[in-house]
């Protein structure tokens, strides 16, 4: 009896101590902005940049096309009665050639230029992932959350900042 009494009371001691250690392990978390953390880094700038330039002269075609729309168009309206049927039709042809024009300018270059975004945030977001884990090896973190999906978090587990100049070292920008 004694013997089951000291068994039982040995078994609930280390019980325990178990659930002691079990509970005051606490998982060491961060977090990371990840929209921030990508659109600051020096390679999407650069790349941000360098599709400007590669799309500006569509854009400028565009808005060359938008321009002549707003002539033809507003020469309809100040000829309004003014010219023959075969003028007036002659013109209404060349507005509608036009705006088939713009629009079709308008999605290609719409088309192309989120699908040149996608490649550039794909491109850039593989790698932070590749930076964060390393981030989170090193720090010996547990898991590391996406500020967009938290309601509230103390600034003091952000690595943000770090993700992004360890991003800038790992990948760093030649001019």
Do not use: H
């Not at 790349?47 to 002269?57: G, Y």
Request: aromatic share 4%; charged share 30%.
């Amino acid at each position: 009896m004694f013997r089951s009494r000291l068994i039982y009371a040995l078994a609930v001691c280390v019980a325990a101590l178990v659930s002691t250690s079990t509970a005051s392990a606490q998982a060491k978390i961060a977090v990371v902005n990840w929209q921030r953390a990508l659109t600051e880094t020096q390679e999407l700038k650069k790349l941000v940049v360098e599709a400007t330039a590669k799309f500006k002269p569509r854009q400028d075609a565009l808005e060359k096309a938008q321009r002549e729309l707003s002539d033809i168009q507003a020469q309809l309206q100040s000829a309004q009665g003014k010219l023959s049927a075969a003028g007036q039709a002659d013109l209404d042809a060349q507005g509608q050639r036009k705006q088939r024009e713009v629009e079709r300018l308008s999605q290609d270059l719409q088309d192309e230029g989120e699908q040149e975004r996608n490649t550039m945030i794909q491109k850039v977001g593989s790698r932070m992932t590749e930076v964060v884990k390393k981030l989170q090896d090193e720090k010996g973190l547990d898991v590391v959350f996406d500020t967009a999906s938290l309601i509230a978090y103390k600034t003091a587990v952000d690595i943000t900042n770090e993700a992004i100049a360890a991003y800038d070292k790992a990948y760093p920008v030649k001019p």
